[in-house]
């Protein structure tokens, strides 16, 4: 897989809205983070367009993200937010520029669906991170391991383990996202690569029933018969139904995981909270579980 190059000081760093709509508050924001850490924000021509819950109709966003892929000089797209509306852009782009000047895309949520993407249509890896909208409540180091990936394009996370973790160690590049967006994918021309590939998951606002279906899908399309670790990461704002499901997700996971051997991590902090590590997907990196603690190196 391509690995765009590590980012230098005054790079130019794209901030698209391939989703919904944008705050201008946050974007000022983040232009302003990006200014001291020393890159040059530039804003495509759409971002502040509206239409219904979107920043703009799609054939802007089409055009911002299309002006984005042929930049030629940029080294990263950031995306604003998620919500929805990433996955109407996908069979209106042209990749074949991208190949020429290879960018970091960077985001979360329905942004799953531009990973994808990336990973497979552009053969590239990507950034799960924080967007944009975010910034202004995750902590100070969910914005540093953003910086310190750009720049670096290094990972070292030491994080406490859990009593339901199942130890071991493996190495493979991490793959998946958001769960709700990373199902819709499947049998896609979009779907991830999953073998020997470790996957995390992560996701906000679904109902225990809801995320219990999407593990069976996940298992009945063979992904853990492909791959050979496990992250799972935030699981915000979870729901239940009148008459209790009856499981937590780390029950629902090991439910599906009994006949295989690879090591799990659950509480990775990554997601939908103010704690929103940085993930490169398609890196390759070191994952080792133990009773102790969870490294993550590159």
């Known amino acids: 897989m391509n690995l765009p190059p590590k980012l230098k000081l005054n790079d130019e760093v794209i901030l698209i809205a391939p989703a919904r709509k944008v705050e201008l508050e946050s974007l000022i924001m983040a232009e302003n983070l990006l200014l001291k850490w020393g890159l040059k924000p530039l804003r495509s021509k759409n971002i502040l367009a509206k239409t219904g819950i979107f920043a703009g109709d799609k054939e802007e966003r089409v055009l911002d993200f299309q002006w984005a892929i042929n930049h030629p000089t940029a080294k990263a797209i950031w995306c604003f937010r998620g919500g929805y509306g990433s996955i109407q852009l996908l069979e209106g782009l042209n990749p074949a520029p991208f190949l020429q000047n290879p960018k970091w895309i960077i985001g979360f949520s329905d942004i799953t669906n531009i990973h994808c993407f990336s990973n497979i249509i552009l053969n590239t890896a990507s950034i799960h991170a924080t967007m944009p909208i975010n910034i202004g409540l995750n902590t100070p180091q969910s914005l540093e391991s953003l910086k310190q990936f750009l720049f670096k394009q290094e990972i070292n996370y030491k994080i406490n383990s859990t009593s339901k973790n199942i130890h071991g160690e493996v190495k493979g590049a991490i793959v998946g996202g958001n769960l709700s967006v990373l199902c819709a994918n499947l049998g896609t021309n979009y779907q991830p690569d999953f073998e020997n590939k470790i996957l995390f998951i992560e996701d906000i606002d679904e109902y225990f029933y809801k995320i219990d279906r999407m593990l069976w899908q996940l298992k009945f399309a063979g992904v853990f018969h ?72 590159s």
């Open 226 to 297: 492909q791959i050979k670790g496990l992250i799972v990461g935030h699981f915000t704002n979870t729901k239940d139904n009148s008459i209790a499901f009856g499981k937590d997700v780390e029950e629902m996971v090991l439910q599906k995981l009994n006949e295989f051997d690879f090591p799990v991590v659950f509480n990775f902090p990554s997601g939908h909270e103010k704690e929103n590590l940085t993930l490169p997907l398609g890196l390759p990196l070191n994952l080792k579980v133990n009773s102790r603690s969870t490294l993550l190196q």
